[in-house]
């Protein structure tokens, strides 16, 4: 049995089989999930098992919200409010 490619659910036969990120790919199907470039076994970056380029692998700053100094604040508050309110007399 040929396993089905992961991005085209088509079989993969041996000759054109990559197996990476525990599946199955075609070589030409084993290409960046953002810019759709081809990627190989040496040059791609795996994150969810999808594979990504390395100038479109999600690096976890593209999705943490930022944490602005006000953020920090009102995060730090409902902290404290929340566990022990006697604790507001420190600040
Ligand atoms: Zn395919
Ligand atoms: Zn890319």
């Known amino acids: 049995m040929n396993p089905l490619c992961s991005r085209c659910n088509l ?3 041996p000759t054109e089989k990559v197996n990476c ?11 960046c999930e953002v810019c759709k470039m081809t990627l190989n076994m040496k ?3 795996g994150f969810e098992k999808r594979p990504y380029c390395n100038a479109h692998y999600p690096k976890s700053s593209f999705t943490c919200v930022t944490d602005t100094p ?3 604040r009102l995060k ?4 404290i409010q929340s566990q ?3 604790a507001c007399s420190l600040l």
């Open 21 to 31: 990120l525990d599946k199955y790919w075609h070589k030409g199907c084993f290409s």
């Open 84 to 86: 022990r309110p006697s």
């Open 76 to 79: 730090q508050q409902s902290k």
């Open 11 to 13: 079989v993969v036969y």
């Open 70 to 72: 006000e953020n920090l």
């Open 43 to 45: 040059n791609y970056k």
